[in-house]
């Protein structure tokens, strides 16, 4: 495949836009023909403003039903509507206009080596679940999984330290051609608030599915079906686990993406595309 | 007004039932003709369960669009079906079928003299405020108001201060034919979590939108445009308030009802019944 553009073309600048949104209604992040996706909304809307046709580049592609709190995106636009738009006013016209379940959080501009995707340096994703056979509250219905059993959160956080590091995540990634699954998992801890278990998951990027696949994984073991050990061997093993175990999206968030400070971008770039070459 | 009907009628018991609702699609509480209420979806599906025509008694009559973390209700049904159906077994049928916005937290066989709005203590209501034209996350955009301007939290609870107790709130009361506005406002308390700010409002009970009222006029005091005494004087000169000041139902929730043991209901009822013979 075709290496990206990395940087913007003459005549271009380029724009960091921080956003937000609510996966229920969306079909996911990435554009697909008749589907109502985020990428499709905030590219029609930038078309129409910026009088040409637009193309974002994203830090993490969210699936369908999958929320964000805060997801990055770039997108290059002609150099003399981003000096007339910039900023505050770009933000608060989007707002005014865009479906409230998508929100621009921040509009930056941005230097011209940043790259949503590939100067990343990590990003943190939030699972959350009402366990027990629980009521779930209204209010949050939009935002939790449920599961029947009770689950142990001391044992599912014993599993998840068996994990951390760089490994080959792949029994806990969906099958996608020519995608690496080799990931430094960096954090994965379980804990209860206001009745709702809540897992924070960072890695310097994630496979297919990986969230959710390790989120089942790690309620077999929370419910007592499998012991911690299990999940360190299944790592191992790299034998996939069953689509059953893979728990739904609504209950997912990416919550925060990581960049290094501007003069590192170059470097993490690089570093990024060496280790990822066949993942474009 | 004829007075409610007390205790249940022979051959019928009583259950306590307490709920949870997103407001955003229900036109409130109490039903309407040809409107979606919270009272209509309960008494048709329990009617249609119990085979009788169902009646509820509700604790805390919410305007459309205001939400309940928890409601209570009472209601009688036949001896019989209370007998084959009530605790676990009659909340996991309700809420297998009644809509997601609509939950059944919790159902008990109560004494004969329990009254869901009669015997209440207290009800807790909690209204959110996103401030300072900040960005409302989109899952918390059914939950929350905005205001444009920074809102002073201290002003707020010093206002809020000097309200407390029992007073004629009528200057924060939406008129209603007979009712009346002597309550006794035990708690009114203003903080910020996570960029919302969060009222807890406590009162023996509620004149017509007068959260909201209150509410608005806090946000008069919290922006700078009145001094916290403003409050008291409008409570004292009873001048109701502008309908423009008063904030929408969308931050609005009730939160909770507070009931004495069981061998105070009986003096409680007599003494709720006393201080409002006219507001049934």
New interface residues.
Partial sequence: MAKPTLEPERGFSRLRIDL???GTHFSGWAKQPNLRTVQQELEDFLSTLAKIEVSTTVAGRTDAGV?A?NQVIHVDLPEDFVTSETGQNL?YRC?RVLP??????DVQIAPNNFHARFTALRRHYRYQIIDDNQ?????K???VATWFRKLDIAAMNQAAKLILGEHDFFAFCKFREGGTTIRDLQRFEWRQIDGVIIADVVADAFGYSMVRNLVGASVCVGEGRFSPEWMRETLINKVRIPDSYVFPPEGLSLWQVDYPEPSQYLERIERTIAKRDEDF
Same sequence: chains 1, 2.
């Fill in positions: 937000a949104y609510d929320h709190r933000k707002n409230k379940d998508l929100r621009i959080l009521v779930v509250p209204p209010l219905r939009f935002e």
